[in-house]
């Protein structure tokens, strides 16, 4: 199996670009700066316990309503949907919509079960003078979209009830009980390029991931990237879900069967392709470059925005995704949470680069060491090996 750029591209090629988008960000918006499933054992003392069927169909109808606003608006941003947060990062009517549609939904699916979610966004910036016409904005939008969909007979909720609903994403979460994990749009920066972004949704039950549903509007449904999967289907919007040992699913966004899907079987690393972030911003390129070389892999990276790496990578469409922020930068569990369960129920690995498990129990931090490595069970510890090889060949030379 292969991967050639000119066999990737049409995944961006496919998507109408945001003219009007793409001023906006450069001008204004740019940050600082076939496999079986392994559970763990502790996953399955949980999972024999609970079913998380009635979890899983609310979270999944949860990303798909907020999956469709985000759609509408990518398909219309003007600059004044746009916001820039304090650290300079973007934000968007289509970020606050989500939130609060997803917190919405899932309030309502799960209304006898306490609720506690940590999510990226708050309303502190909607609130302040000057924001009240993008909050109306947002408003009408969630509204819209709740009528459109019909599922929910509501009256019309008031611009306080869509602050209250963003912020019931306030929780710290931690080891203890049940907390809900959400990115309203995770790839905001992809979003507003009229590239790839995900809504990335999790359940963490006594501090272990339980379930995720990515909600990836803008990928293929066909797999790309495999010489021998070519397809003819342009069809895009895909819907991952997964639960603690029950396996990954995927189905069309806009509707269809869902089926289990299964990362690669690759073992020889020449024939492996690897993902990594389409902004370098977020991720050392070079270093990923060096890591590929040792390995032999043969192909060139396929960049693509968002937890839609994840995605792609549980259904065999690549073998390896490397992520290597820069210093100082501390990776938030809404950032991984959904990907890292879609990944390791098809049968994949995610470590940090010295090989541990990702620890979602810690608060909205990722406590880890360096990077974050996700493959094939196969590949893993000889990816690990050169992974620390290539740290220890940058420390000496430092
Ligand atoms: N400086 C940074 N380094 C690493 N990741 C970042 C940085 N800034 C934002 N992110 C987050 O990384 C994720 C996108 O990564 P990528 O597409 O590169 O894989 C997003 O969750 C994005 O946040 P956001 O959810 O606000 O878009
Ligand atoms: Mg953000
Ligand atoms: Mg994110
Ligand atoms: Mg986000």
């Given at each position: 199996m292969s991967i050639s750029r000119s066999r990737v591209e049409p995944i961006f090629t496919l998507i109408p670009k945001i003219t009007t988008t793409k001023h906006l960000f450069v001008s204004f918006f740019f940050k600082n700066s076939s496999s079986s499933t392994f559970p763990s054992s502790s996953s399955l003392v949980i999972s024999s316990s609970m079913s998380y069927d009635k979890e899983l169909a609310a979270a999944r109808k949860a990303a798909s309503l907020a999956a469709r606003l985000c759609q509408k608006v990518q398909k219309a941003l003007v600059q004044s949907d746009v916001q820039s947060k304090s650290d300079r990062s973007p934000v968007t009517v289509a970020d606050y919509g989500s939130q609060a549609l997803v917190s919405f939904a899932l309030e309502r699916e799960l209304s006898s079960e306490p609720f506690s979610m940590v999510a990226e966004e708050d309303s502190a910036d909607l609130r302040k003078d000057g924001a009240q016409e993008m909050l109306e904005r947002i408003t009408k939008l969630v509204n819209d979209t709740i009528a459109s969909d019909g599922l929910y007979d509501v009256s019309t909720l008031s611009t306080k009830d869509v602050l209250t609903a963003i912020d019931s994403g306030k929780s710290k979460g931690g080891p203890n009980g049940r907390h809900w994990i959400l990115d309203?749009?995770?790839?905001t920066k992809g979003f507003l390029r009229g590239d790839q972004y995900a809504i990335a949704l999790a359940l963490l039950d006594e501090g272990k991931v339980v379930l995720g549903v990515l909600a990836c509007?803008?990928?293929?449904?066909a797999t790309f990237g495999n010489d021998d999967q070519q397809s003819s289907n342009n069809e895009v919007g895909c819907l991952f879900f997964a639960k603690v040992g029950a396996g990954t699913y995927m189905q069309p966004l806009g509707g269809g069967l869902p089926a289990k899907v299964h990362v690669s079987a690759v073992e020889n690393p020449e024939a492996a392709s690897f993902f990594e972030s389409y902004e370098a911003a977020h991720s050392l390129h070079d270093l990923s470059s060096s890591i590929a070389k040792k390995l032999g892999v043969k192909a060139p990276p396929v960049r693509i925005d968002s937890q839609a790496k994840y995605g792609a990578l549980s259904r065999g469409d690549g073998a390896i995704y490397l992520r290597f922020p820069h210093k100082g930068y501390r990776e938030k569990i809404w950032d991984h949470a959904a990907g890292c369960i879609i990944v390791t129920e098809a049968g994949g690995l995610a470590t940090d680069a010295a090989g541990n498990p990702l620890d979602f129990s810690k608060g909205k931090y990722l406590d880890l060491d360096t990077g974050i490595i996700v493959t094939n069970q196969k590949l893993m510890p000889l990816l690990l090996k050169v992974v620390r090889e290539t740290m220890e060949e940058i420390a000496s030379s430092s």
């Amino acid at each position: 199996m292969s991967i050639s750029r000119s066999r990737v591209e049409p995944i961006f090629t496919l998507i109408p670009k945001i003219t009007t988008t793409k001023h906006l960000f450069v001008s204004f918006f740019f940050k600082n700066s076939s496999s079986s499933t392994f559970p763990s054992s502790s996953s399955l003392v949980i999972s024999s316990s609970m079913s998380y069927d009635k979890e899983l169909a609310a979270a999944r109808k949860a990303a798909s309503l907020a999956a469709r606003l985000c759609q509408k608006v990518q398909k219309a941003l003007v600059q004044s949907d746009v916001q820039s947060k304090s650290d300079r990062s973007p934000v968007t009517v289509a970020d606050y919509g989500s939130q609060a549609l997803v917190s919405f939904a899932l309030e309502r699916e799960l209304s006898s079960e306490p609720f506690s979610m940590v999510a990226e966004e708050d309303s502190a910036d909607l609130r302040k003078d000057g924001a009240q016409e993008m909050l109306e904005r947002i408003t009408k939008l969630v509204n819209d979209t709740i009528a459109s969909d019909g599922l929910y007979d509501v009256s019309t909720l008031s611009t306080k009830d869509v602050l209250t609903a963003i912020d019931s994403g306030k929780s710290k979460g931690g080891p203890n009980g049940r907390h809900w994990i959400l990115d309203p749009i995770d790839g905001t920066k992809g979003f507003l390029r009229g590239d790839q972004y995900a809504i990335a949704l999790a359940l963490l039950d006594e501090g272990k991931v339980v379930l995720g549903v990515l909600a990836c509007p803008n990928l293929p449904l066909a797999t790309f990237g495999n010489d021998d999967q070519q397809s003819s289907n342009n069809e895009v919007g895909c819907l991952f879900f997964a639960k603690v040992g029950a396996g990954t699913y995927m189905q069309p966004l806009g509707g269809g069967l869902p089926a289990k899907v299964h990362v690669s079987a690759v073992e020889n690393p020449e024939a492996a392709s690897f993902f990594e972030s389409y902004e370098a911003a977020h991720s050392l390129h070079d270093l990923s470059s060096s890591i590929a070389k040792k390995l032999g892999v043969k192909a060139p990276p396929v960049r693509i925005d968002s937890q839609a790496k994840y995605g792609a990578l549980s259904r065999g469409d690549g073998a390896i995704y490397l992520r290597f922020p820069h210093k100082g930068y501390r990776e938030k569990i809404w950032d991984h949470a959904a990907g890292c369960i879609i990944v390791t129920e098809a049968g994949g690995l995610a470590t940090d680069a010295a090989g541990n498990p990702l620890d979602f129990s810690k608060g909205k931090y990722l406590d880890l060491d360096t990077g974050i490595i996700v493959t094939n069970q196969k590949l893993m510890p000889l990816l690990l090996k050169v992974v620390r090889e290539t740290m220890e060949e940058i420390a000496s030379s430092s």
